[in-house]
T-cell receptor, first 114, second 112 residues
Framework: DAGVIQSPRHEVTEMGQEVTLRCKPI?????LFWYRQTMMRGLELLIY????????DSGMPEDRFSAKMPNASFSTLKIQPSEPRDSAVYFC????????????FGQGTRLTVV | QQQVKQSPQSLIVQKGGISIINCAYE??????FPWYQQFPGKGPALLIA?????SEKKEGRFTISFNKSAKQFSLHIMDSQPGDSATYFC???????????FGSGTQLTVLP
């Protein structure tokens, strides 16, 4: 099993540009999460999908952020327009739905907005 | 509102020593308490987890102690090794919800 796969691993973009982060969850996992990690705020949950449906997006910072999960094997997090304060490491994680099981994290995308 | 408070922010321990990281939570609905370990450039990975129906769980050198009345739980790393040097996060979730609320993290350095 390849685990949760995120792309790109690193992204440098200019302020105002659109950024799309991608995630492939572990096959068979029904739950998918997007987290953001910064020194100041730690690990923050942005949005949570269950069976491809967004369940909780209360952590999405503002309208510039959007996330989709068109099928069970793919999700995107888009920032448009990007700002320097969006610079962070973005993690995707997946887990099975039933029981108290662990969330498996990808290696993250380090986003730098200049 | 920070629902899981973690301390210390950083910890330096000699090889063979005991590392102790503490967390406190506010929401009594939380009923699952995992600890995650993160190495530089990697995503967090589950280390050990506990439910509030037990007061202690041990896996090898790692032990979680849980105090439900005080709403506190801690991670103990016995015989700490340089390879344990990483950032450790406590977390909590509730009921059928899958979302984890993370503590702020503790950067552990184990000196050789």
């Amino acid at each position: 099993d390849a685990g949760v796969i995120q792309s790109p691993r690193h992204e440098v973009t200019e302020m105002g540009q659109e950024v799309t982060l991608r995630c492939k969850p572990i096959s068979g996992h029904n739950s998918l999460f997007w987290y953001r990690q910064t020194m100041m705020r730690g690990l923050e949950l942005l949005i949570y999908f269950n069976n491809n449906v967004p369940i909780d997006d209360s952590g999405m910072p503002e309208d510039r952020f959007s996330a989709k999960m068109p099928n069970a094997s793919f999700s995107t997090l888009k920032i448009q327009p990007s700002e320097p304060r969006d610079s962070a490491v973005y993690f995707c994680a997946s887990s099975p739905t039933t029981g108290y099981t662990e969330a498996f994290f990808g290696q993250g995308t380090r986003l730098t907005v200049v | 509102q920070q629902q899981v408070k973690q301390s210390p922010q950083s910890l330096i321990v000699q090889k063979g020593g005991i590392s102790i990281i503490n967390c406190a939570y506010e929401n009594t609905a939380f009923d699952y308490f995992p600890w995650y370990q993160q190495f530089p450039g990697k995503g967090p990975a589950l280390l050990i987890a506990i439910r509030p129906d037990v007061s202690e769980k041990k896996e090898g050198r790692f032990t979680i102690s849980f105090n439900k009345s005080a709403k506190q739980f801690s991670l103990h790393i016995m015989d700490s090794q340089p390879g344990d040097s990483a950032t450790y996060f406590c977390a909590a979730s509730k009921g059928s919800a899958r979302q984890l609320t993370f503590g702020s993290g503790t950067q552990l350095t184990v000196l050789p």
